[in-house]
């Protein structure tokens, strides 16, 4: 009787192995992917971050400007990454049609004088899509939107049209997982800002715009 049931919880537990091996535990739902095909058999899609709505969380430094606010409001970088100039943003990711499809991290830092950008993007029915750039510079934003008539430390409404890629051929798509694994090509990310809130936040819109290719 012993041995039987020393058998038998063996087996359970190589059957609950076996299934977290084998079984997908969630699946989530395969929402449509709104492409277009593109010359040379390219697929070209975009994904919209809506602000502040879709912003999640910032942690940055004093170089970042104003969008290195800290929100929440008690968010902090680690100490040792606190005085460089490094931001680190998450937010939700939207379709073309406004459905929430994903999460998406973007790092910007600044070493040296010259700016990069970096994107993940994560859609749990699809996989995940890496993006990479020479980012805007510091405070790019800020000139932007000073240009445009805002005055520090006060609300504003209006319109500023930022290239977060500046340069020609734009960012690039450097690979991912799931059905974007194994992607190559370039996109190009537009952050369209209508207004500052009282407490500093932006609105507007985050629009990434990518064409992908199979590598090689």
Known sequence: MRTAFIVG?????????????YVP???PP???????????GGRAEAFV??????????????????????FPADAALPEPLAAA???????????????????AARHWSQPAGAAYSAWLLVIPS?????MTADGEPAGAVDAALAAAGRRADTSW???????????????????????????????D???????????GELKGTIELTTVTYVAG
């Open 126 to 130: 699809r996989g995940a899509l890496l």
């Open 157 to 187: 409404s209006g319109e500023a049209t930022i290239d977060a890629v500046p340069g020609e051929g734009g960012g690039r798509i450097i690979g991912g997982s799931g059905e974007f694994e194994a992607l190559e090509g370039r996109y």
């Open 189 to 199: 990310e537009t952050w369209t800002v209508t207004g500052v809130g009282d407490s």
């Open 25 to 27: 535990w969630v699946s």
């Open 85 to 103: 100039p490094l931001l680190v943003e998450q937010f939700k990711v939207r379709d073309r049609e406004g459905n929430v499809i994903g999460v």
């Open 49 to 70: 971050i809506r602000l502040p709505a879709d912003r999640i969380s910032a942690h940055g430094a004093e170089a970042a400007g104003l969008r290195g606010d800290a």
């Open 30 to 40: 395969r929402l449509p992917s709104y492409t277009s095909v593109v010359a040379n």
């Open 9 to 21: 919880m063996l087996l359970g537990v190589a059957g609950v192995l076996a299934a977290a091996r």
